[in-house]
């Protein structure tokens, strides 16, 4: 089986990431966890996709399992994953979570402190 990310160019791998995606920041269940919370996005992205592979519940499969589908590029990486929620939010303020605003308040200072050359005092 091929991997998940050879040869195919990011931007497919995450317009085909995206309703999956979605369908999490949306669930009644989890959805408002995830959209604040990159890594419970990811591993919960990642259990629904180890069911698909695998046809096992993820309480049956060992980490050495997972580290195997995993490193053959069957999963979706993580990148995608995050990439995805990234591009929703932008666009469709209901899939927001609470931190969403104070993260963007930051945005602008992030992007200056990167653009600014360092200094060196003698």
Partial sequence: MASKTEKIPVVKRIRETKPKVEALLRNPQGGATYKDDDEKLVARYWIEEVKGITGKEPKVISMIEFLT???QGKITPADD???A???LQEKKEDLRGLTWNERHGKEQDVRKNISKPETETT
């Fill in 85 to 87: 929620r990234r591009q």
């Fill in 81 to 83: 994953i995050t990439r």
């Fill in 69 to 71: 589908i995993y490193g």
